[in-house]
């Protein structure tokens, strides 16, 4: 029995009075979510103010990047283990911005995956295709590129304490959903793809869908065989609109 895990990646948003606000805001309804473990990603600088405001509470936090080196010369770097010293659960690593915006790799995604893990993080892999590459009907190939760099890299026992997130790039920011069909298909080869090297490893893993999912999509994506949960970027930071996916899968 997998536990839906609902992230929010906060993205470069926010103040310390609006991250205030936000995690006040969560707390004050997260007794309504029943099943589902709820964390949230901040932009590094606030994470202590949130490790802070969410001391005794059920609710997790982590980082949205972190470096792919353990200590040193890496000017603006954020080491693994100085997340997990500040408490983070999670790290994401390779989400679709850090691919594009910044040129990440699928190699330099897996060696900040090993990096995050090697110092008790949890890391949150994302991958998903491009608009271009759904057309040209490469998504399955795109996903299983991106999870073979980790393998190769590191064997697909790591995914035994890691979550997948499949995020479709043209579904990101865009108000455009994947339907749950869309959906259910990526996450379902995704599994298969596991399941193939690691039978239980399949069975365990979290597989999380991204891009515009809000709290009137979230029940049929939530419903759907191996859909674990969310990453939810613009609609976590909305306390209302997190909440509202959290109690989603209450069911
Ligand atoms: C994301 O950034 O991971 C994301 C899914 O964003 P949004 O929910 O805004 O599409």
Redesign the pocket.
Known sequence: MRQPLVAG?W?MNGSSGSVTALVEGIKAGIDAVTAAEMTVCPPYVYIPQVATMLAGTAISFGAQDVSDQEAGAYTGEVAPGMLFDVGCKYA?VG???RRSIYGESDEFTARKFAAAQNAGLVPIL?VGELLEEREQGITEQVVERQLDAVINLEGVGVFGTAVI?Y?PVW?????K?ATPDQAQEVHAFIRARLAGLDQAIADGVQILY?????PGNAAELLAMQDIDG???????LKPDDFLAIGKAANN
């Open positions: 990646n993205k994401i989400h679709s911005e994302c997130a995020e579904a990101i920011g865009t108000g959903t991204g891009g515009s999912m809000n969310g990453l939810i970027g613009g609609a976590s």
